[in-house]
């Protein structure tokens, strides 16, 4: 039989090359967005910016929804110069002096001094990291600044500007370059680092990279597009005198609250111990009340306890318990530290008793308007060496752009 004309036969027939081949990877239709949003990351830029400086590079697009900025701070090349070089408390996040975030509008996201937005943030919010790395001085990346009689001064520390509270809720559109999010940051001088500095300081860079889900293959949208999650840094009112009797109160709030975050100072701006070491700073019973009514009246050294339920943020690993007649006692170490002159009230276990960062359903976020009035109680403070003392407040603000979407949107 003859071939018609034009027509392959088997011998002939093939695969033109170069033919793009089926996406295997597609999800079928229907279901939730990070079911069709798979997870990426980009660069954004690398700014060599030293201390007394300013950061505010323009962001790049990226196709998809922004889910946060991953911030490297990285300080190499110190030299000693025949000093021993000590570092400050808050040092290395003390490098930033002042962090703002803010939306393609102009809305503040998180605002705030270094050591409270670049740290105790990832720390307590659950937005960087869980369990052990919750805190990024556990990060492979961390390397504590160099001191001693040989130190050069250098650094390494991570730190992650959080947009998503909830998976897939709470991201920022990235795909728009004339919608993104603006970042800008202070670095601190010398001596915000360093309580000696090394001879010859370090030459630092900061690497900007984007956290983000790629645009989905099929027409479906994260959940609550314009919600937010904000964390801005205020003092509280009025400063605490060592040993008063006295509420302090909070600065007026106006959204959902997953986390609150207290920070208490010394009048040297120094963060302060708690009563159980030196008797300074925090009464030993504080109150937190809302609109007059105490909602949590406790031991501190019970919220102490109750963070490392819900965060494991103070608890002991313990590898190899001393077993006693009497009692086993704690011989491992702090899986993560709680620091100094910090507590917090988690709001996010829905769920649990723990807090499981990004699965979360807000059942049990605190609900304020910009009327709510949120107050800490003394009865009395701790005593402090050098006064007046400041309660500092870093609080998670949710704000809707409708109504909060309760429950798990992303199945």
């Known amino acids: 039989m003859t071939t018609p004309a034009g027509a392959a036969t088997s011998a002939t027939s093939g695969t033109v090359a170069g033919r793009p081949q089926p996406q295997t990877t597609a999800e079928p239709v229907g279901g939730p967005f990070v079911r069709h949003a798979p997870d990426g990351r980009r660069a954004m830029y690398v700014a060599s910016q030293g201390f007394s400086g300013f950061v505010a590079n323009p962001m790049v697009s990226s196709p998809g929804w922004n889910k946060g900025y991953r911030c490297l701070v990285a300080a190499t090349g110190g030299v000693n110069g025949s000093v021993t070089v000590a570092a400050t408390a808050d040092a290395p996040y003390s490098f930033l002096q002042l962090v703002q975030m803010k939306d393609a509008f102009g809305t503040q996201l998180l605002t705030g001094p270094g050591y409270a937005i670049g740290y105790e943030v990832p720390l307590y919010s659950g937005q960087f990291g869980l369990d052990d790395m919750r805190s990024p001085f556990n990060s492979p990346q961390f390397s504590a600044v160099a001191v001693g009689a040989s130190g050069t001064g250098n650094f390494q520390f991570p730190t992650y500007f959080p947009f998503e509270f909830s998976k897939g809720y709470g991201v920022i559109s990235g795909a728009n370059a004339a919608l993104l999010p603006v970042l800008q940051i202070n670095t601190a001088p010398a001596t915000s680092v360093y309580s000696t500095a090394p001879g010859t300081l370090p030459t630092v860079t900061e690497t900007i990279d984007s956290d983000f889900y790629w645009l989905p293959n099929t027409p479906v949208d994260p959940p609550g597009i314009g919600t937010t999650c904000q964390w801005i840094y205020q003092p509280s009112n009025p400063t605490i005198p060592g040993g008063a009797s006295q509420l302090v109160q909070l600065p007026r709030l106006g959204g959902y609250l997953t986390m609150l975050v207290l ?40 919220m102490q306890e109750d963070l490392a339920i819900s965060t494991s943020i103070g608890a002991y690993q313990v590898s190899a318990p001393t077993v006693t007649a009497a009692a086993s006692s704690n011989t491992g170490s702090l899986a993560v530290t709680r620091p100094l002159g910090t507590m917090a009230i988690s709001r996010k276990t829905s769920m649990s008793q723990r807090d499981f960062g990004l699965l979360d359903t807000g059942e049990i976020f605190l609900s ?36 909060l979407i309760q429950g798990l949107p992303e199945v």
């Not at 111990?273 to 809302?290: D, H, L, M, Y």
């Not at 304020?368 to 603000?397: K, R, S």
């Open 263 to 302: 920070e208490l100072r010394d009048g040297n701006g120094a963060r302060l111990t708690e009563n159980g070491s030196t008797n300074q700073g925090w009464p030993s019973r504080p109150k937190i009340v809302v609109d007059g009514v105490p909602l949590i009246d406790s031991l501190f050294t019970t």
């Open 368 to 403: 304020t308007n910009p009327g709510t009035q949120i107050e800490i109680a003394g009865y009395p403070w701790g005593t402090v060496a050098a006064g007046p003392m400041t309660l500092n407040a870093i609080v998670g603000q949710v704000v809707p752009s409708g109504t």
